[in-house]
């Protein structure tokens, strides 16, 4: 059973591009939630979503930022038009129940130059 | 003030002492979850806790739900226990984090 994977792992975009970030959760997992570690910062979540809904997005930045998670395929964290201050690391993890252990991937290190 | 307050920030130790890391929350929780994050940058859950205690290996951790705390011990510490070890409280969903503990065990 593969572990919840991410890509791309390293990420580097210019002022103004989009970046798309990927996670497939573990196999029988529904659960998939986003973090964000800013560099020297600890990490904040940003999202939680089930198969084709957005359960909480409260810690997700009002404009640029949105998830999915369809039915079929990877969830996707999308950032448009990123700024410098977008760098961080980005963290997902599933479950197969939201009070059960979440796993982690890799993450994604986004660099915006 | 932080909703998850952890202590120390940072910690030596000689390999075999025995550590311990600090948790305290302030927020209603359904559970309490232990993470240690790798020099790579790689998250392992290690233990998820609603009340009492677990044991895995080396690692101890505890919880006391009346006074919004748990420890985190480490039994023989080992250079390959160096990492950060992060507490993270659970309340409706979604996870609160600590800052993190950096641990650094030294031969």
């Known amino acids: 059973n593969a572990g919840v994977m991410q890509n791309p792992r390293h990420l580097v975009r210019r002022r103004g591009q989009e970046a798309r970030l990927r996670c497939s959760p573990m196999k029988g997992h529904s659960h998939v939630y986003w973090y964000r570690q800013l560099p020297e910062e600890g990490l904040k979540f940003m999202v939680y979503l089930q198969k084709e809904n957005i359960i909480d997005e409260s810690g997700m930045p009002k404009e640029r930022f949105s998830a999915e998670f369809p039915k079929e395929g990877p969830s996707i964290l999308r950032i448009q038009q990123v700024v410098r201050g977008d760098s961080a690391a980005y963290f997902c993890a599933s479950s197969p129940l939201p009070p059960d252990t979440q796993y982690f991937g890799p993450g994604t290190r986004l660099t915006v130059l | ?107």
Not at chain 2, 47 to 60: A, E, W
Not at chain 2, 63 to 72: D, T
Not at chain 2, 85 to 96: E, M, N, Q
């Open chain 2, 1 to 107: 003030k932080n909703e998850v307050e952890q202590s120390p920030q940072n910690l030596t130790a000689q390999e075999g002492e025995f550590i311990t890391i600090n948790c305290s929350y302030s927020v209603g929780i359904s559970a309490l979850h232990w993470l240690q994050q790798h020099p790579g940058g790689g998250i392992v859950s290690l233990f998820m806790l609603s009340s009492g205690k677990k044991k895995h290996g080396r690692l101890i951790a505890t919880i006391n739900i009346q006074e919004k705390h748990s420890s985190l011990h480490i039994t023989a510490s080992h250079p390959r226990d160096s990492a950060v070890y992060i507490c993270a409280v659970r309340g409706l969903d979604k996870l609160i984090f600590g800052t993190g503990t950096r641990l650094q065990v030294f031969p």
